[in-house]
């Protein structure tokens, strides 16, 4: 089966720089590679995503890159503020074998002032 | 309105007793999954239905029973509660699998004393 390892556990950066974060898959017929944020208490939700067909896709600060032949995708957040501080979580899916989202373990983003 | 809505919150209970959560959506979406986040913040996932279909079943206890009666309401049943059992559960729907955005409900604490 699937399995995402997630770097690093722990990010913390000061506000106004970026933030990376990398994860790897296993299965090289992975095609849907979501991106979760998780406030503290509260649920994950989608804040982008990135089908294999595209290599790079952004939305304002956040940004992601996928590398195929690799088998690594990278989350990038530009300008962080505050508010950026949850727990981020990518994943990965193959939508033609199953239904199943595999997660990474998670890192902890702190913005500090 | 709310989308994804799960009851209860929060579950304090003894070992050994049987609880059960439930999870309704309100978007029309035909897939719907439990996932289990433990204290390390793993998002684990534990059962999909398709259309009041089981489609993943992952290696949990069976004491643990998922009922669908319909596509718009997935429970969990969960029999002789032990300590491990102690975790967040995250209710998800997405529209047709996998490969969509999954829409988290608020997640049931559970502590098993």
């Known amino acids: 089966g699937e399995n995402v390892e997630q770097h690093p556990s722990t990010l913390s950066v000061q506000e106004g720089d970026s933030a990376v974060i990398k994860c790897t898959y296993s299965d090289s017929a992975s095609n849907y590679f979501p991106w979760y944020k998780q406030e503290l208490g509260k649920r994950p939700q989608l804040i982008i995503d990135?089908?294999?067909?595209?290599g790079e896709k952004k939305d304002q600060r956040i940004a992601v890159t996928l590398n195929k032949t690799a088998k690594h995708f990278s989350l990038h957040i530009t300008e962080t503020q505050p508010e950026d501080s949850a727990v981020y979580f990518c994943a990965a899916s193959n939508t033609g074998g199953g239904n199943k989202l595999t997660f990474g373990t998670g890192t902890q983003l702190k913005v500090e002032l | 309105d709310t989308a994804v809505s799960q009851t209860p919150k929060y579950l304090v209970t003894q070992m050994g007793n049987d609880k059960s959560i439930k999870c309704e959506q309100n978007?029309?979406?035909?897939?719907m999954y439990w996932y289990k986040q433990d204290s390390k913040k793993f998002l684990k996932i534990m059962f999909s239905?398709?259309?009041?279909?089981?489609?993943i079943n992952e290696t949990v206890p069976n004491r643990f029973s998922p009922k669908s009666p319909d596509k718009a309401h997935l429970n969990l049943h969960i029999n002789s509660l032990e300590l491990g059992d102690s975790a967040v559960y995250f209710c998800?729907?997405?529209?047709?699998?996998?490969?969509?955005?999954?829409?988290f409900g608020p997640g049931t604490r559970l502590l098993v004393l």
């Open positions: 990135i089908r294999s067909n595209v």
């Open positions: 998800a729907s997405s529209r047709y699998g996998a490969g969509e955005t999954q829409y």
């Open positions: 978007l029309g979406h035909d897939t």
């Open positions: 239905y398709n259309n009041k279909e089981l489609i």
